[in-house]
């Protein structure tokens, strides 16, 4: 099957300001993308520290963002989530607060908020139609971050929800890939799939060879030291998952027999509640405090 085409032009010739961070917690890179030419920024896939045992949530790591867009006397306009996470709690809203800023995400937030309004049975109250973002991104939107001109890239099968945001010369993969010697991401969560994620992958590769692309996730394969930037080029001749011309039934097979043996991300039950309300606690109870939902055996995926 042909992947659909790009529905824009990358332009090479732009060289946003890319500056990551990283959480080891969680293993996850957030990343600050300043237009050159002003000091407009965009942040990129924040997050909110958790401490499960506890139930207790902080904000170092977003904090230190903060402190460095506020020393740099940088100005946020966009606050972007390439996907609903698993993995991690957003601070985004948090950022939002304190800096400004509108909040983005991909616009089959909707199906994420259904499939898992559902799970945790939110009840009527809670929307599901993405109106707690501030933009929801369709394939081929765009955006401005002071002079420079973003690209959105619909690319669902990790969740229906997954974009990636094509920035000049740069582009900010989520879960859609790894690095090369990591492959790529799993596909069996509710509404993931591991066909369409093949096909999202071949859609990414036909962007030119030299763009940059940046990771949301690094686990140090092999023990080697955590990275986050690659290339289209790299990818397409050494990807462990999809390089070298991978069948879309070889991927499949290999992604499905794979995923069977992973267990759940352990931040995947406070991550899901957070991330498809923008990074909102649920609302509090007459005692004043928020709760979450553990819905046992609801994300068993070996249920019938």
Same mark, same amino acid.
């Given at each position: 099957?042909?992947?659909?085409?790009?529905?824009?032009?990358?332009?090479?010739?732009?060289?946003?300001?890319?500056?990551?961070?990283?959480?080891?917690?969680?293993?996850?890179?957030?990343?600050?993308?300043?237009?050159?030419?002003? @000091?407009?920024?965009?942040?990129?896939?924040?997050?909110?520290?958790?401490?499960?045992?506890?139930?207790?949530?902080?904000?170092?790591?977003?904090?230190?963002?903060?402190?460095?867009?506020?020393?740099?006397?940088?100005?946020?306009?966009?606050?972007?989530?390439?996907?609903?996470?698993?993995?991690?709690?957003?601070?985004?809203?948090?950022?939002?607060?304190?800096?400004?800023?509108?909040?983005?995400? %991909?616009?089959?937030?909707?199906?994420?908020?259904?499939?898992?309004?559902?799970?945790? @049975?939110?009840?009527?109250?809670?929307?599901?139609?993405?109106?707690?973002?501030?933009?929801?991104?369709?394939?081929?939107?765009?955006?401005?971050?002071?002079?420079?001109?973003?690209?959105?890239?619909?690319?669902?099968?990790?969740?229906?929800?997954?974009?990636?945001?094509?920035?000049?010369?740069?582009?900010?993969? %989520?879960?859609?890939?790894?690095?090369?010697? %990591?492959?790529?991401?799993?596909?069996?969560?509710?509404?993931?799939?591991?066909?369409?994620?093949?096909?999202?992958?071949?859609?990414?590769?036909?962007?030119?060879?030299?763009?940059?692309?940046?990771?949301?996730?690094?686990?140090?394969?092999?023990?080697?030291?955590?990275?986050?930037?690659?290339?289209?080029?790299?990818?397409?001749?050494?990807?462990?998952?999809?390089?070298?011309?991978?069948?879309?039934?070889?991927?499949?097979?290999?992604?499905?027999?794979?995923?069977?043996?992973?267990?759940?991300?352990?931040?995947?039950?406070?991550?899901?509640?957070?991330?498809?309300?923008?990074?909102?606690?649920?609302?509090?109870?007459? @005692?004043?405090?928020?709760?979450?939902?553990?819905?046992?055996?609801?994300? @068993?995926?070996?249920?019938?």
């Amino acid at each position: 099957m042909t992947a659909a085409p790009i529905p824009f032009t990358p332009d090479l010739r732009v060289k946003p300001d890319v500056v990551a961070f990283f959480d080891d917690d969680s293993n996850t890179i957030s990343y600050v993308v300043k237009d050159p030419n002003s @000091n407009a920024c965009a942040v990129i896939d924040s997050v909110m520290d958790f401490d499960y045992a506890s139930g207790a949530i902080s904000y170092e790591s977003a904090d230190e963002i903060i402190a460095f867009i506020t020393e740099k006397g940088w100005t946020v306009e966009w606050l972007i989530e390439t996907h609903v996470h698993a993995d991690h709690l957003s601070a985004a809203p948090y950022i939002q607060g304190k800096l400004g800023g509108q909040l983005g995400i %991909g616009d089959r937030i909707s199906v994420v908020q259904d499939t898992f309004g559902k799970i945790f @049975n939110e009840g009527t109250e809670f929307q599901r139609d993405g109106s707690q973002f501030d933009r929801l991104f369709t394939d081929g939107d765009s955006y401005q971050i002071g002079t420079l001109t973003a690209y959105t890239l619909f690319t669902p099968g990790h969740t229906p929800a997954d974009m990636v945001h094509v920035i000049g010369n740069s582009a900010f993969v %989520g879960d859609t890939l790894f690095m090369p010697d %990591g492959g790529s991401a799993r596909a069996d969560f509710p509404g993931g799939d591991a066909r369409t994620l093949y096909r999202s992958i071949q859609r990414l590769l036909q962007l030119p060879d030299e763009l940059r692309l940046f990771m949301c996730h690094d686990y140090g394969p092999n023990g080697r030291d955590i990275r986050w930037e690659t290339t289209i080029g790299e990818q397409r001749e050494f990807n462990i998952h999809v390089g070298k011309g991978t069948t879309e039934d070889e991927f499949v097979a290999m992604r499905e027999a794979r995923d069977a043996t992973l267990s759940m991300p352990r931040l995947i039950i406070p991550s899901l509640q957070i991330n498809m309300r923008a990074g909102h606690l649920p609302k509090a109870e007459d @005692n004043g405090t928020s709760y979450l939902k553990v819905p046992l055996n609801g994300l @068993n995926k070996k249920k019938d």
